[in-house]
């Protein structure tokens, strides 16, 4: 993995926490998960003409795909309701890579050199040790189930992207076609069940969903590109850096809290992104 392709990937974890600190930020997580998936299409939209159409033999997988992240857009949004930034975002990204390495292998042929895989260990340690930090009840059980259940979400629609975009000959318009079929989902399902929520939304922070709704388009469209430069294994768990990034919004920006043990899963996510960077 070159240089320029390891510092995209960066810049998109970064984003990519971004984004979901502020939909758990918002009062209303279920209408901001909505309004900036639609917004995020809406901004594929004004952007597709600019950009080639995708191959005809990558149309399966973008249909696929959004279907998908139609699927991991409701269950994020009912995941934050009740769940803490700091511990659903660490186990739901954490345990993707892991679910994707042992796929690609299969699916893709792909193997990763001894360092890959000693960051892709330490990526997934880091997020063990997260959460064992929490308090151990119910609540926090219930919560690491859901976010196992969304890390296998991310790993199909990861695995479903990474073959597809290969064979869109446009990684741009094959990201902009699955944002904003996606979006057009997102936001009938909101206007048709709750249409005075998603206005209200709108009108209270109409600035939000732009941004939100800007960085998973960015993100994700930079990702997508990153896997036709470098093994979909690597990206995807050098993408979850955004890991590291999401423990500091938490802390800083949600005020929820730092221990030393989430200062020692910081550790091991930065050594897994070194290791990834190596291999």
Same mark, same amino acid.
Not at 42 to 62: G, K
Not at 223 to 237: I, K
Not at 249 to 274: C, D, M, P, Q, Y
């Given at each position: 993995m070159s240089g320029d392709v390891a510092a995209a990937i960066l810049f998109a974890a970064f984003l990519h926490a971004g984004w979901n600190a502020l939909i758990k930020r918002d009062p209303d997580v279920a209408i901001a998960t909505a309004s900036m998936a639609a917004a995020a299409g809406f901004l594929a939209l004004c952007l597709l003409p600019f950009?080639?159409?995708?191959?005809?033999?990558?149309?399966?997988?973008? *249909?696929? /795909?959004?279907?998908?992240?139609?699927?991991? !857009?409701? =269950?994020?949004?009912?995941?934050?309701?009740?769940?803490? $930034?700091? %511990?659903? !975002?660490?186990?739901?990204r954490g345990a993707a890579p892991l679910l994707v390495t042992g796929a690609s292998t299969l699916l893709f042929g792909e193997r990763l050199s001894s360092a890959g895989y000693l960051g892709v260990a330490g990526i997934c340690g880091g997020v063990l040790l997260i959460a064992a930090g929490n308090p151990v009840g119910v609540p926090a059980r219930r919560t690491a189930l859901r976010a196992l259940g969304i890390a296998a979400v991310i790993a199909l629609y990861t695995l479903i992207d990474g073959a597809g975009v290969r064979r869109s000959a446009s990684p741009a318009g094959y990201t902009l076609w699955i944002f904003f079929l996606t979006g057009l989902a997102m936001a009938a399902w909101r206007v048709v069940?709750?249409?005075?929520?998603? %206005?209200? /939304?709108?009108?209270?922070?109409?600035?939000?969903?732009?941004?939100?709704?800007?960085? @998973?388009? +960015? /993100?994700?469209?930079? &990702? $997508?590109?990153?896997? @036709?430069?470098?093994?979909?294994?690597? +990206?995807?768990? =050098?993408?979850? @850096?955004?890991? $590291?990034?999401?423990? *500091?919004?938490?802390?800083?920006?949600?005020?929820?809290?730092? @221990?030393?043990?989430?200062?020692?899963?910081?550790?091991? $996510? &930065?050594?897994?992104?070194?290791?990834?960077?190596?291999?």
């Amino acid at each position: 993995m070159s240089g320029d392709v390891a510092a995209a990937i960066l810049f998109a974890a970064f984003l990519h926490a971004g984004w979901n600190a502020l939909i758990k930020r918002d009062p209303d997580v279920a209408i901001a998960t909505a309004s900036m998936a639609a917004a995020a299409g809406f901004l594929a939209l004004c952007l597709l003409p600019f950009f080639p159409a995708p191959a005809p033999a990558s149309w399966p997988f973008i *249909l696929g /795909s959004s279907v998908v992240q139609v699927a991991y !857009y409701l =269950l994020i949004a009912k995941l934050y309701r009740d769940a803490d $930034l700091g %511990l659903a !975002y660490p186990v739901m990204r954490g345990a993707a890579p892991l679910l994707v390495t042992g796929a690609s292998t299969l699916l893709f042929g792909e193997r990763l050199s001894s360092a890959g895989y000693l960051g892709v260990a330490g990526i997934c340690g880091g997020v063990l040790l997260i959460a064992a930090g929490n308090p151990v009840g119910v609540p926090a059980r219930r919560t690491a189930l859901r976010a196992l259940g969304i890390a296998a979400v991310i790993a199909l629609y990861t695995l479903i992207d990474g073959a597809g975009v290969r064979r869109s000959a446009s990684p741009a318009g094959y990201t902009l076609w699955i944002f904003f079929l996606t979006g057009l989902a997102m936001a009938a399902w909101r206007v048709v069940g709750f249409p005075h929520a998603e %206005l209200q /939304s709108f009108r209270r922070a109409p600035v939000v969903p732009l941004i939100g709704g800007g960085c @998973t388009l +960015v /993100s994700y469209g930079i &990702a $997508l590109w990153a896997m @036709t430069r470098a093994p979909v294994s690597a +990206v995807a768990a =050098l993408r979850e @850096t955004s890991i $590291l990034f999401a423990i *500091l919004i938490s802390v800083f920006w949600l005020k929820e809290g730092w @221990t030393w043990r989430r200062g020692g899963a910081a550790f091991l $996510l &930065a050594a897994g992104a070194v290791a990834i960077r190596l291999s």
